[in-house]
């Protein structure tokens, strides 16, 4: 073989696992709610070297940086609608994942996005990946109490709003509906997000409030589509159709909504009780997000893989220039 031809497989091969983890990395963020503003993106807009609320701090001490970096990735990868049986209560904001620990935090003084009981309301939701899925979002009751562990109890029987594949504009799924009448004081929105497309499903906890105290809806910033995972500071612990089905009806000129695939108990045709097993989404075979290490880790294989490679390819052209060196000297 060639020299030059050597060269060329080479260096063809040490940028496919570059390629390939970059486009990988891409696909391992996905979203988060966006309006009413999410705990975790609402940390990461405030920066979360200098958070600038008392809840942020808080939550960064007990997790890390790296868990508001990584804010589109609040994610159970084989969740299937299982979730009350995976996520154990006092854990429901952070899916059960340990990264994102802080976010579990009971505390009365997290950012709060002012809403109107009983008003229409376009909820939104960031997508940094978009993907076939159903919505489902739940108020929570008047046993909720914001200075305790947020439990499953603590949440409406069943959503006050389910969206089957939402319109995606300017990078945000579209959830228009109604926010249930006669709520007042301080509450949560739980979403959660189950893919059809994959067992994978993402949660997010907005906190908002009835008595006007809170930010203004639509006031916080969209952040920048980066793919989520991009700074590794400090570890931390360890579209197209649309139907949209709610308790409330849903404004009429407004764009359709997000799909089921959660709990048997939450089928958006029914307003049945939640209940601890929920009807599994099937995968469909090469749709599945990413689900194993991270970004940076992937990244730093990648990498390795390809001075590997490199390498081998100058022993192989070392190897053949010696052969030729010793042929020539033959004659």
């Known amino acids: 073989m060639p020299v030059l031809s050597v060269r060329r497989v080479a260096a063809a091969l040490a940028a496919v696992p ?5 486009s990988e990395g891409s696909a391992a963020a996905h979203g988060s709610m966006q309006n009413p503003l999410s705990r975790v993106e609402g940390c990461y807009l405030e920066g979360p070297e200098h958070p ?9 001490q007990a997790g890390g940086t790296q868990a508001m970096y990584d804010w ?3 994610r159970i990868g084989d969740a299937g609608g299982r ?9 429901l ?11 579990d935090l009971p505390r009365a003084d997290w950012p709060a996005t002012s809403l109107t009981a009983g008003a229409d309301f ?9 993907h076939r899925g159903t919505f489902k979002l739940y108020l929570t009751n008047p046993s909720y109490d914001p200075a305790k562990p947020l439990t499953w109890s603590n949440l409406d029987a069943t959503p006050f709003l389910t969206v089957t594949d939402p319109q995606l504009a300017d990078g945000q799924y579209v959830l228009p509906g109604k926010i249930p009448a006669g ?31 809170g930010a203004k809806p639509g006031s916080a910033p969209v952040p920048a589509d980066t793919g989520g995972a991009q700074h590794v500071h400090d570890a931390a612990p360890a579209a197209a159709g649309a139907t949209a089905t709610a308790t409330a009806s849903t404004p009429a000129a407004q764009p359709a909504a997000a799909q089921p695939a959660l709990a048997a108990a939450d089928t958006p045709t029914t307003a049945s009780p939640a209940g601890p097993s929920d009807t599994a989404a099937r995968p469909v075979a090469g749709q599945l997000a990413q689900t194993g290490s991270s970004w940076a880790n992937g990244l730093m294989l990648s990498v390795g893989s390809a001075f590997l490679l490199a390498g081998a390819a100058v022993a192989v052209i070392t190897r053949r220039r010696g052969s030729h060196a010793r042929r020539a000297g033959a004659r």
Do not use: M
């Open 18 to 22: 570059l390629a390939l983890v970059l």
């Open 52 to 60: 600038k609320s008392a809840a942020c701090a808080a939550a960064i």
């Open 72 to 74: 589109n990735g609040v």
């Open 83 to 91: 979730h009350r049986e995976l996520i154990p209560d006092g854990r």
């Open 93 to 103: 904001c952070s899916a059960g994942n340990a990264e994102f620990a802080g976010l």
């Open 122 to 130: 376009t909820f939104r939701y960031r997508a940094t990946a978009p």
């Open 183 to 213: 709520r007042t004081g301080r509450q949560l929105v739980y979403a959660i997000w189950q893919r059809s497309d994959s067992p994978e499903a993402f949660y997010s906890c907005s906190d908002v409030v009835f008595d006007g105290s």
